[in-house]
């Protein structure tokens, strides 16, 4: 038996939370032909917003047999059905999404029936609008819904429309289109979509017409994400206050204050300076913070032998090493980078500040595959203030699958605050930062070195 | 006191950020310590030593000896520069702060003991743009077996300069010692010259400083020692022919 290890208490967790987090999800359902995806683009075109998905149920059907791919080119399977559609996935997707997490929305190929290997990536959505015939049905979503929505129209509107889209779109005779409508739509009608009616917040009558209940519709979603803007702001605020206190954390490794470094730092920071020398300066001096980010990676004991047949212990990196540069500041380092790794991996992530409530928003996102896998991920930015915008890469890199150790942020110039907020959110992370500059300089770096 | 560390292995330790813990850092052979002031080699982190790696290895084709070998010159560049004097500027910054700072003092040159260290202007241009470079060729003299001076070009002013002396390879010194006696005469003070080097001998390292105490040396690493041939061991071969020609 052994002795019983000493515990420790576990520390308070700080937490951040992304705005993509606080998903809204918004199911809309109506019988086929009855408008549901013209009222969902209607309500997308309304918003204005970038991050609003409509995901349609459609991706979700399940694959058939040959069997059931038979009757289906027969026009004998029932594809109105719940069952048709697999559920317990789109279930785990729209948790996945919950959470703040990347889905993957699977491809579902209509000719031939099944589910394609590939699948599309969904990530960090503000809004999803689920649409589909049956989007009320399982409890499990509607339990997750923020706005229930169900689209009526008159069946024989609906069918009208039907037998013009499948003519039309995807082809198919009339025939087939009447036979499927009366052995199957129209009594799973009765039998499932109808019964979603009563549970739904809002009714729309007459879909896309119906402009005052879609007007509603938007106002509320708006609200909701006014909601959630504030609370973003308000949480990293927070998180500033929380961070204000005490010292930098060993983990946020500040360059030494060589000659040599104060010089470049004055000639960067004089308005006089060139801009060729500018570009010159900081290229030299940002190299000097990447060597210092590869000390961050792993490596492992490797025998070499010389020329001589001499051997030496030494090390060789161990796993690859990738970038991930925050536009449009990290961009101004990729030279330097590129001195170091020249055929360094890099991905982009473009976050921008919004200026009227200084919240940062992701707008875009483009990371290598398998970034999971690397040794080490090294997150670029030019320039910290707040570290609101570097708190949502890190984030972005975790919901990926890159662990908190292995990612490295390196910075030119940080404030304090900035540097313990994000540090006291992701302890296990490295910061390499050129120098401290004071509390809420604005971004003039990346207008420096880009000359606009 | 040189001759007794000479025959001694090197150390070998977890190499590794102060932060991790030992169990963590991987082992690795570092530079041998020496006790004297003017001696500065680099910190001994995993990237270098990683770097290092890369250049002894003699299977490491000649594009990426290079690239690598020029890496570490940057390093050692860099730390030599903060050896030049500086002095005080005060500055206002593009959003109006001000910031005490510094200005670089003095003019520098670069001078290449040919041809090994002509491979390290690249690395010094790197940091140091236009960089005037003096070079200076010695070789052995057949009949004496010792180091002769066959050709110097140097700027004019390099009295008026700091002379950053380049040679990547240091085994016995003879080249380095009659280097820096052709820039003495040329009347630049010891002080003002700054010797940047990759690997050296520990024995070659102590009898330069010692005969050199005003002159800097910043190297990367100090090897395990010499072998019979004076060749420096475990060394990585001949510097210059695996950067111009293997």
Redesign the interface.
């Known amino acids: 038996m052994e002795s019983i290890p000493p515990l420790y208490s576990l520390s308070t967790e700080v937490r951040y939370a992304p705005p993509w987090q606080d998903l809204s999800i918004i199911g809309i359902a109506g019988s086929s032909g009855s408008g549901k995806s013209s009222v969902a683009m209607e309500i997308v075109k309304s918003l204005d917003l970038p991050w609003v998905v409509i995901l349609v149920m459609d991706s979700f059907y399940k694959t058939l047999t040959s069997e059931q791919h038979h009757k289906a080119h027969a026009n004998e399977y029932d594809f109105d059905c719940p069952e048709s559609i697999d559920f317990d996935v789109l279930v785990e997707t729209l948790r996945d999404l919950k959470k703040g997490k990347k889905a993957n929305i699977p491809i579902y190929s209509f000719s031939e029936h099944q589910r394609q290997p590939d699948t599309t990536t969904l990530y960090s959505p503000h809004v999803i609008i689920l649409e589909g015939i049956l989007a009320l049905h399982d409890p499990r979503i509607v339990e997750m819904l923020d706005v229930k929505i169900f689209v009526e129209a008159d069946m024989d509107v609906c069918l009208g429309r039907r037998v013009l889209r499948d003519v039309r779109e995807r082809g198919r005779d009339i025939e087939g289109i009447i036979k499927q409508w009366f052995d199957f739509v129209k009594p799973s009608y009765t039998r499932f979509v109808e019964p979603q009616r009563p549970i739904s917040d809002i009714i729309i009558p007459r879909g896309i017409e119906n402009k005052t209940a879609i007007d509603m519709v938007v106002k509320h979603i708006q609200r909701k994400l006014q909601e959630k803007s504030d609370n973003h702001t308000e949480a990293l605020r927070n998180l500033g206050l929380i961070a204000a206190e005490g010292k930098l954390p060993p983990n946020v490794h500040v360059l030494p204050s060589t000659p040599q470094f104060i010089g470049m730092n004055t000639i960067l920071q004089n308005p006089e300076t060139e801009q060729e020398d500018y570009i010159f300066y900081f290229d030299r001096l940002v190299s000097i913070l990447i060597e210092k980010a590869l000390d961050m990676t792993s490596y492992v004991s490797a025998n070499v032998e010389t020329p001589q047949g001499n051997t030496y212990l030494g090390l060789h990196p161990k796993g690859t090493v990738s970038a991930v540069v925050i536009l449009r500041g990290g961009s101004c380092m990729e030279t330097a980078l590129k001195r170091s790794i020249p055929d360094c991996i890099t991905g982009r992530v473009l976050i921008q500040t919004n200026e009227s409530n200084d919240e940062p928003e992701l707008h875009y996102l483009k990371l290598p595959s398998q970034i999971e896998e690397h040794a080490t991920v090294i997150l670029m930015d030019s320039q910290m203030s707040s570290g609101g915008a570097a708190l949502m890469a890190v984030r972005v890199l975790i919901d990926h699958g890159v662990e908190q150790g292995s990612i490295v942020f390196v910075t030119c110039t940080a404030g304090e605050r900035g540097l313990k907020r994000l540090t006291a959110v992701y302890p296990k992370i490295n910061v390499i930062v050129g120098r401290i500059e004071e509390e809420g300089e604005p971004r003039w770096i990346e207008k420096r070195y880009f000359g606009c | 006191m040189a001759s007794k560390s000479e025959t001694g292995p090197s150390p070998?330790q977890g190499?590794?950020?102060?932060?991790r813990p030992d169990g963590e850092k991987?082992?690795?052979?570092v530079s041998k310590e020496v006790s004297y002031e003017n001696v500065h080699v680099l910190p001994q982190?995993?990237?270098l030593?990683?770097l290092?790696?890369m250049i002894?290895?003699?299977?490491t084709s000649r594009a990426d000896f290079i690239?690598y070998s020029n890496?570490i010159i940057?390093?050692l560049v860099?730390e030599g520069?903060?050896h030049?004097p500086?002095v005080e500027?005060s500055?206002?910054?593009?959003?109006g702060?001000s910031?005490l700072?510094?200005?670089?003092e003095g003019k520098i040159c670069g001078v290449s003991i040919m041809r090994a260290g002509e491979a390290m202007e690249q690395g010094l241009r790197?940091?140091c743009?236009s960089v005037r470079i003096g070079k200076i060729l010695i070789q052995r003299d057949e009949e004496t077996c010792m180091p002769k001076l066959f050709y110097d070009k140097l700027p004019t002013d390099i009295a008026d300069r700091w002379v950053l002396l380049l040679d990547p390879m240091f085994a016995t010194g003879g080249s380095a010692t009659l280097a820096v006696e052709t820039l003495i005469e040329r009347g630049v003070p010891e002080h003002r010259i700054l010797f940047l080097n990759l690997i050296a001998s520990p024995s070659g390292v102590a009898e330069f400083a010692e005969k050199f105490p005003k002159l800097r040396v910043v190297t990367s690493f100090i090897d395990q020692g010499l072998?019979e041939k004076k060749?420096i061991?475990?060394?990585?071969?001949?510097f210059g022919d695996?950067y111009y020609s293997m």
């Open positions: 070998a190499v590794g950020p102060l932060y991987p082992t690795a052979t982190t995993p990237q030593i990683a290092l790696t002894r290895d003699k299977r690239f890496r940057r390093l860099e520069l903060n030049l500086v500027q500055i206002t910054t593009p959003v702060r910031y700072g510094v200005k670089f790197d940091c743009r072998d060749y061991i475990p060394g990585l071969g001949d695996r």
